[in-house]
């Protein structure tokens, strides 16, 4: 992978004047190529990540997975942007599998989460079935932990 694209998963603040030290390149290059990456469509936006239990406690977030039948002539490409581009829809994979699409929905309570697989994504034709999990707790995002270990207390040494 290119060592730019690696930097900025880690971290998309980065200064390009950091970017350009940690790459040995000069900043008007690695300006050059953070334009280039987005112009080709490589680079697609840039995101925090978010503990969401500390920004909004109540929001459910679940995976489901879902089988659909292919369409002739478009695949599963034409259903999986049709259920996609639902406000619901965080994201949406083609997967392997006894299931044929992975959906991260979210919603403000489990009734917004059920109301959307019964109302919305079960009712599309072309959706054979599917297979729901809430997430519980969130250790990792994107490759940053959110872990946070407390620093140890040294006990007081008393003579």
Known sequence: MDPLIILL???ARTSVEDLAKELSLTPA???ERLTQLEADGIVLGYQPIVDQQKVQAGLVTAVVEVRITPERGGGFDRLAGRIANFA?????Y?????YDLLVVVEGNTLQDIAAFISEKLSTIKGVI??????????Y???????LREAKPQRLAVTP
């Open 9 to 11: 998963r880690r971290n």
């Open 29 to 31: 290059v690695v300006a």
């Open 88 to 92: 619901e829809v965080q994201s949406c």
């Open 94 to 98: 083609l997967i392997s599998g006894g």
């Open 129 to 138: 079935s599917t297979a729901t999990r809430f997430r519980l707790k969130t």
């Open 140 to 146: 990792k995002e994107n490759g940053v932990s959110l």
